[in-house]
């Protein structure tokens, strides 16, 4: 599990296809790997990958092919900049919001711009997952935990402060036409099953219908 707030912004060393699969190494020298051990996860632009090497300042990973299939990974080159985080402890400041590191698609920044001092961004995600996204909502773009400003159908638009941009890689690696991964709400998903298992314990042959409602999640500010 993990909050979505970057710990280090590390760089891609290696990409080495094995049997089909890739063995992806990141170095990092702002990483603090004092803790690190063989098995653990790190977010690596958002994608839970598996430590199964590691020195002082770098980690490899092996990425399947269904990693590959559904996340920006397969774009990425050596040298390129990712988002890094740690799973977090039982201890940690939790800043961010619940992130799972499991990528649910693939968007892409349809809109970038300056906006005083922020950068106004705009991210264009998969239509299948616009109704998971909401209005000063949370969205997980590249491993990172962000507000939407506001969703018009399937496209999302962010404010990215300095600090934000400073220490991810926003500020050195996403273009308008770059690809980031995409990690909805988890809440979001499990109100959706709550919703359509309330719908099916509706039918006439079933049993007693849950109390949660489309009606009462909007009472309790859950939908907007």
């Not at 632009?45 to 300042?57: A, K, Q, R, Y």
């Not at 990974?73 to 977090?88: C, F, Y």
């Not at 920044?109 to 109704?131: G, M, N």
């Not at 690809?179 to 006439?204: F, G, H, M, T, W």
Request: net charge negative; aromatic share 6%; glycine share 8%.
């Amino acid at each position: 599990m993990f909050t979505g707030i970057i710990e280090s912004v590390g760089k891609v060393k290696s990409m080495q296809p094995t049997g089909g699969d890739i063995r992806l190494t990141i170095e990092s020298d702002g990483l603090d790997f004092s803790d690190v051990k063989l098995g653990d996860s790190i977010a690596s632009n958002g994608i839970c990958l598996t430590v199964v090497e590691f020195g002082h300042n770098y980690y490899s990973v092996d990425v399947s092919r269904e990693t590959i299939a559904r996340t920006a990974l397969a774009d990425l080159k050596p040298g390129d900049t990712v988002n890094l985080e740690k799973a977090m402890l039982p201890t940690t400041r939790f800043g961010g919001h619940i992130v799972a590191g499991h990528v649910d698609g693939v968007g892409v920044v349809s809109k970038l711009q300056k906006d005083a001092r922020s950068l106004y961004i705009e991210i264009k995600i998969p239509q299948e997952l616009a109704h998971y996204t909401a209005t000063k909502g949370s969205i997980t773009l590249d491993g990172i935990s962000l507000t939407t400003n506001l969703v018009r159908d399937n496209i999302v638009s962010l404010n990215i402060i300095p600090h934000t941009a400073q220490v991810t890689n926003i500020a050195q690696h996403w273009l308008v036409g770059s690809k980031v991964n995409v990690e909805v709400d988890i809440v979001a998903r499990y109100l959706e099953r709550l919703l359509n298992k309330s719908q099916a314990d509706s039918s006439p042959n079933s049993s007693p219908q849950s109390a949660i409602t489309e009606a009462f999640l909007a009472d309790n500010g859950f939908m907007r």
